[in-house]
């Protein structure tokens, strides 16, 4: 399926890709965010202003996939490739354990390097961080403002591994100008300093002759520990005393303060004459962390499940791309062709200036520029969501069709709704005619039982069934044999996922009470020790 709206001319092409200077690329990435919070997809009573009116005035992704986990996810979007021939298919790393995303692998800034971008990561990285080469400004980044792990403390910046062991220390700073730790952002509000950060280096940019690659990795919406693990200033907050739940009262100060933080860079790029020659890619990682799960209270309603599952809460995500270049003035272009984190590599490396045939040609990732530009086809036909083989559990989509096997997983296996959601709110969103309103028909008495894929396969039609009410394995097994067989033939191409023990060499007691870089790639000892996951 192509866009819904013929906007955009062909010339358009020639208009975006000889400008005098290739155009700016930021990526702000919102970790976990619930499909249902945010205004345009009317899933929540959250108000994001900012971001809607951008979407308004963008190219809005309606079947755009993401992984379940951050570190599966951002090693799809930095790479290309599924995470399945990264051997990062399990699950996120945590603090102490010796592995991340392999030394061999070439990344987005490494890409843009090579077509004369300033690159700069902002935030999270999670993608490893056991050897200084695993860490952001050794990895093509020129910049990096951020931290190593997961997660971290809205304002102390003290990071809680929850999965590290009774051999390993749970609690270390975590946060980093470059490769050294940065104590003076201690107090700060997370979300404000990294937006004044990306202010700071768009200001920078202006002066400079390179066009400029921003890597803008908030922290928010996650859980920063389990002691305070949703935080924002009183000023978002105090927006949401009608909210019944106070958990979703700090959630939705959270979501408002990353409104006001897009709201400013957005500024910030139009101040400096950056914004006509920019491109903004909106984008979560993984779907929200619904009903408790990690301390959150997101909404991904009405889709089913939500984050670490493989159902379409968990991996069907909220973006969008906004840019002057694609002239998109209101209503959006939405597209409801297949899209997936894979595809921003090629994409954005077409969008830059460059030739997509110089990319390796093993990459996962379509490029979709024409796409995004002259309102043509998605080129993409299927997605791997995943496969993993120590959770045993594996989902493919291929046309308008969905297989699911295996253990799921997920805090919640059905569709969880938020209390603000009453059905005389249900029943406004319902009359709504906007097309990013997820309608999913009469849900069957038996939508819960009717689909056990750790006994057998399901198989969906989200093209009719965005909601997984309905298990038609039965009655298509065609359709079925066809998807099994696809999911077989991308499972002999996966590489072993890594997933070693935590190492106590890691722990931050050992580091100044810091996360930190703890082998060596040069070393004999620690080749032969650690040598299989560099």
């Known amino acids: 399926m192509g866009c819904m709206r013929l906007a955009i001319i062909a010339v358009l092409v020639a208009v975006v890709t000889t400008t005098t200077k290739p155009p700016h690329i930021v990526i702000i990435v919102v970790d976990d965010w619930g499909w249902g919070d945010v205004g345009f997809h009317h899933g929540s009573r959250f108000k994001t202003p900012t971001i809607d009116e951008l979407a308004y005035n963008s190219v809005i992704f309606n079947n755009y996939y993401v992984q379940p986990l951050c570190t599966p996810a951002r090693a799809a979007l930095m790479t290309g490739r599924y995470p399945i021939h990264l051997g990062l298919q399990h699950f996120a790393i945590t603090g102490a354990q ?51 792990n997961g997660y971290h403390d809205y304002y102390d910046r003290l990071h809680q591994d929850t999965f590290t062991g009774k051999d390993v220390g749970t609690w270390g700073f975590d946060f980093r100008r470059n490769d050294d730790l940065d104590y003076t952002t201690y107090g700060y509000y997370i979300t404000e300093l990294l937006t004044n950060e990306a202010l700071s280096i768009i200001d920078q940019s202006a002066k400079s002759e ?49 409104d006001d933080s897009t709201s400013r860079v957005i500024q910030a790029l139009k101040d400096n004459d950056m914004y006509d020659n920019s491109i903004i890619i909106v984008t979560t990682d993984n779907g929200g962390a619904i009903d408790g799960y990690d301390n959150n209270d997101a909404s991904n309603y009405p889709l089913r499940g939500g984050k670490n599952s493989l159902w379409e809460g968990g991996i069907r995500g909220t973006a969008f791309i906004h840019s002057p270049l694609l002239d998109v ?6 597209m409801n062709g297949l899209m997936h984190l894979t595809d921003w590599v090629p994409t ?10 110089d990319l390796p040609n093993d990459l996962d990732g379509y490029d979709m520029w024409d796409c995004i530009v002259n309102d043509t086809p998605s080129p993409r036909t299927e997605i791997l969501h995943n496969i993993d083989p120590i959770f045993q559990v594996a989902a493919l989509r291929v046309g308008d069709y969905k297989i699911v ?3 799921v997983h997920g805090q919640n296996n059905s569709w969880y709704r938020p209390a603000e959601l009453t059905e005389d709110v249900l029943s406004e969103i319902e009359d709504l005619l906007s097309p990013l309103v997820v309608k999913c028909g009469p849900k069957p008495d038996d939508a819960l039982e009717n689909c056990k894929p750790t006994i057998k396969p399901c198989l969906f039609d989200i093209s009719k069934d965005p909601c997984e009410f309905n298990n038609i394995a039965e009655s298509q097994p065609d359709i079925l044999e066809k998807l099994l067989s696809i999911l077989d033939t991308y ?4 590489v072993e996922p890594m997933f070693p023990d935590n190492d106590p060499a890691g722990d931050p007691a050992k580091h100044h009470g810091a996360w930190d870089s703890w082998v060596d790639p040069s070393s004999p000892d620690d080749i032969k020790k650690y040598g299989q996951y560099f």
């Open 98 to 148: 010796p592995f991340g995303l392999r030394l061999n692998e070439t990344i987005m800034p490494q890409y843009l390097h090579n077509l004369g971008y300033t690159t700069h990561a902002l935030g999270k990285w999670h993608i490893g961080h056991f050897t200084k080469e695993h860490t952001p400004t050794h990895r093509g980044f020129d910049s990096f403002f951020g931290y190593y």
């Open 348 to 357: 954005l490396y077409h969008a830059a200036g460059g030739d997509v045939a």
């Open 210 to 258: 390179n066009p400029m690659f921003m890597y803008l990795c908030h922290t928010a919406v996650i859980r920063g520990n389990t002691i305070h693990p949703l935080e924002a200033p009183d000023e978002y907050t105090d927006q949401y005393g009608f909210l019944e739940s106070e958990t979703r009262q700090s959630l939705a100060g959270m979501v408002a303060a990353l």
């Open 491 to 494: 499972d002999m191409t996966a």
């Open 329 to 334: 003035q209101g209503p959006p272009r939405i």
């Open 405 to 407: 096997i295996g253990e």
